[in-house]
């Protein structure tokens, strides 16, 4: 078993669908290759994922896409800070973009990811306690805060995790998207999480 999926579990309480998402997640993720892919590579990463789950015939995309599906009430705003703290611990993954399909859950999104609030998707996780991840929001962003940070975004000095809904200009997640593609190394790509239903895309 996943000590990562074992401890994270733990500590954000996961209900036994959402475990049972992050340990598909980390099996998913211990047998591709991250990184940018020709279609040959893409094919082989899909083929070793079949091996595993058979169910998955396609990625839909030019890059590896997986999609969870979760019975409303489950809780896949609290699956979706497993990931991100799990693609954080065990993979290095430092840049996050999330995708809300309405304002509501758009709002409900950065009361969720903010510290010290009833609902705090990362409560427990002691790496995002130290140090705690940058939110960029469409609104902040036209404020000076992702300009400000574009910098920070290319040393790696720190977590950053980009909510973005409709709304936001096309320039704000654009900039947003480029501050985030980094050097080229693994731990300087961005994981793109759209939710409802919880989709992963790696660019």
């Not at 598909?24 to 993720?29: C, F, H, P, R, S």
């Not at 009361?111 to 009833?118: A, C, G, K, L």
């Not at 720190?158 to 809904?165: D, R, T």
Request: proline share 5%; glycine share 6%; aromatic share 10%.
């Amino acid at each position: 078993m996943n000590r990562h999926v074992n401890n994270i579990s733990a500590r954000l309480s996961l209900r036994k669908p959402q475990k049972e998402s992050l340990e598909i997640l980390a099996d998913v993720l211990d047998v591709i290759e991250l990184g940018k892919h020709t279609p040959t590579s893409l094919k082989e990463q899909l083929e070793k994922i079949k091996a595993l789950f058979p169910s998955v015939t396609d990625f839909e995309r030019e890059f590896p896409s997986l999609c969870f599906a979760l019975a409303t009430g489950v809780g896949k705003t609290r699956l979706m800070g497993a990931f991100i703290s799990y693609l954080y611990i065990a993979k290095g993954m430092k840049n996050f973009f999330v995708l809300a399909p309405n304002l509501t859950i758009y709002n409900k999104l950065i009361q969720d990811f903010t510290p010290n609030t009833p609902k705090y998707v990362f409560k427990g996780i002691a790496e995002f306690a130290t140090n705690q991840p940058v939110i960029i929001t469409g609104d902040n962003y036209e404020e000076g805060i992702g300009v400000r940070k574009q910098s920070c975004l290319a040393k790696r000095k720190f977590i950053s995790i980009s909510l973005i809904f409709q709304r936001s200009t096309p320039k704000c997640a654009a900039e947003m998207r480029r501050a985030s593609r980094g050097s080229g190394n693994t731990s300087d790509k961005a994981i793109l999480i759209i939710f409802l239903p919880c989709r992963i895309w790696y660019y």
